[in-house]
């Protein structure tokens, strides 16, 4: 399924959270492993199996709780919603809550970067169609939420489903075809 699975370190304290951690846990922990982090929590974008599916091996190897947005009903033990920040070291990640593939999905900001999730691919977006998809939702995460952010944020999407492996939210804006500004019933029309 071509997930990215993240580790993002602090890189004055060596604290550290996993993003998404799914199949390729050897390399997650043996990057762990190799530069003596700490990970302090482990973050899902959204509930789907393939950002989950590391959740209870990654807790069990780190110690860390898993954090989810509020409205996300798999286990977890931290809610957090939109404007909230999750801290470690001395570094932050703003949450900003995106539905549209998911209710519960969420992208994270902080340090020159937006770690998008499902919501945003590099060149494309989420799908709708699954359970809690909705594209009236994503239009307005997207174009609400997301198009109002700073061109050079460098974007590290959830899966590698475009022509590079990361992209910024100025690029998007302009080759991304579901980033062109259109009204709400043109965006639902075109979603299907």
């Known amino acids: 399924m071509q997930n990215f699975s993240y580790i993002v370190e602090d890189?004055?304290?060596?604290?550290?959270?996993?993003?998404?951690?799914?199949?390729?846990?050897?390399?997650?922990?043996?990057?762990?492993?190799?530069?003596d982090l700490k990970i302090k929590y482990i973050v899902n974008t959204h509930h789907h199996f393939d950002h989950?599916?590391?959740?209870?091996?990654?807790?069990?190897?780190?110690?860390?709780?898993?954090?989810?947005?509020?409205?996300?009903e798999l286990k977890h033990d931290i809610s957090v919603k939109d404007g909230d920040s999750i801290d470690f070291g001395n570094s932050k990640l703003k949450v900003l809550h995106t539905p549209g593939h998911s209710k519960d999905g969420i992208c994270l900001i902080g340090d020159g970067k937006l770690f998008s999730g499902d919501t945003l691919f590099v060149g494309n977006c989420g799908r709708i169609d699954l359970p809690g998809g909705s594209a009236k939702e994503l239009y307005h995460s997207l174009f609400d939420?997301?198009?109002?952010?700073?061109d050079d944020l460098i974007m590290y999407p959830g899966h590698n489903y475009g022509n590079s492996e990361i992209s910024t939210i100025g690029q998007e804006k302009t080759t991304n075809m579901i980033m062109q500004k259109r009204t709400e019933q043109q965006f639902i029309e075109m979603m299907g």
Do not use: C
């Open 11 to 35: 890189d004055e304290t060596n604290e550290a959270i996993i993003m998404d951690p799914s199949w390729d846990l050897i390399e997650l922990e043996l990057i762990i492993k190799k530069n």
């Open 145 to 150: 939420v997301l198009y109002s952010l700073d």
């Open 52 to 72: 989950t599916l590391g959740n209870k091996a990654m807790a069990e190897l780190t110690k860390a709780p898993i954090i989810q947005h509020e409205s996300s």
